[in-house]
């Protein structure tokens, strides 16, 4: 039985290992990183937990008082006083409580607001752990097309300096322009080196983020495209308040107070005490006990009780009140972060970088017949290279600001 076990935990853990590293032999798409994320985040899996907690919790919450078991002497003579015919009696018995009508189905609601804020939190950390992955895979996809970029830019430097040294052989040329040439192949390579590094961090976070070794390399298969943000600011407020689990979780508390407030308010009422008993003097009789409990006597108990309940019931309807302003904020400023990037990328895609490759491809046409010099020609290689960066870094503040948008407000929790 014990093999059995064993087995069957490692036969588990190799079904959750195997798809994460078959991901990576093949790359990992966007949609496979968050699907991954999901499964094997920590995050994730501790709220999971509380969900299992919360269930608990109900069956706690729900469960009728425990009976008890009684044993008593009665009849014991006082020393001195004993008279023939005293005897002392052994008395058995169970009692249980039955409470007040309302409490155990108060306390059953409260537990089953508790379940379902659990399942709520889940989607909640769902939600932001998704979005973390989403940043992490876009930053890493920017360094990596950002790299990609700057390194065809040096290459093209590469027959550009092959030509000016040709020139300067023939003389032709200025050995400045030289110098010049190899100053800004120096500046791209420790382009590209930052680019490797912000590359590795963001691998790092994002293999942090789906539970795999730091060192594991993983290939990323989903290019940063564009796509116009098509929702206006009203339909992403609605959107959001439909669908955020934050909203779902003020709700749920509200509710649970207001249970709680209810339940504090039977707090003063006795609990129904019954109990069946068998002396030992008879034993072919048997006998019943009633009686009632008293809180009347800890009145401090009660208020203390209905207080606690009221104050949580204010805080939670508070909370609900200032989470509804502070989304609706957060909202509409990756609302107009994304639209804002939305008009960046544009910039760029509509014509800027098409016009300037042209002409740099037309300029280095013009220095090989000596008809453009080699100080305006490293200009504008420079400017494309910026604007070719410029453009792969408006990207990813849009990818990062939809990012943003999906889980705007959540984080206030």
Known sequence: MFRSHIFVRAALAAALVAPAFAAQEGGLTLERAVELALARNPDVLAARTGVEAARGRTLQLGSRPEPRVQAGLEGVPIPGLKRDGDEVEIRLGIEQVFEYPGKRSLRTEIGRAGEELAAAELERVRLLVAAKVKRAYWKAAFARSAAS??????????????????????????????????????RLRNQVLEQDKERRSAGLELNELLALP???????????????????????????RAARPSFRIASLRRERADAAVKL??????????????????????????FGLTMPFLRPGRARGEAQEARAEAEAARLSAEALDRRARTAVEKAYVAAKTAEEQVLVFEQSLLRELEDELG?????FRYGKADAFSLLDLHRTFVLAQVEHLRALLLYHLALADLDVAGEELE
């Open 149 to 186: 970029a700057l390194e065809k830019s040096a290459g093209r430097l590469d027959v550009l300096l092959a030509d000016l040294e040709a020139k300067y052989r023939s003389g032709a040329g200025a050995y400045a322009d030289i110098l010049r040439a190899r100053a800004e192949k120096a």
């Open 264 to 289: 504090a308010g039977l707090g003063r009422n006795p609990d129904f005490l019954a109990g069946f008993l068998l002396p030992s003097i008879r034993p072919n009789a048997w006998g019943v006990s």
């Open 362 to 366: 037309i300029q280095l046409e013009y």
């Open 214 to 240: 730091a060192d594991e390399p993983v290939e990323l298969l989903t290019g940063m495209s564009f796509a116009p943000l098509g929702a206006d600011p009203a339909a992403s407020w609605e959107t959001a």
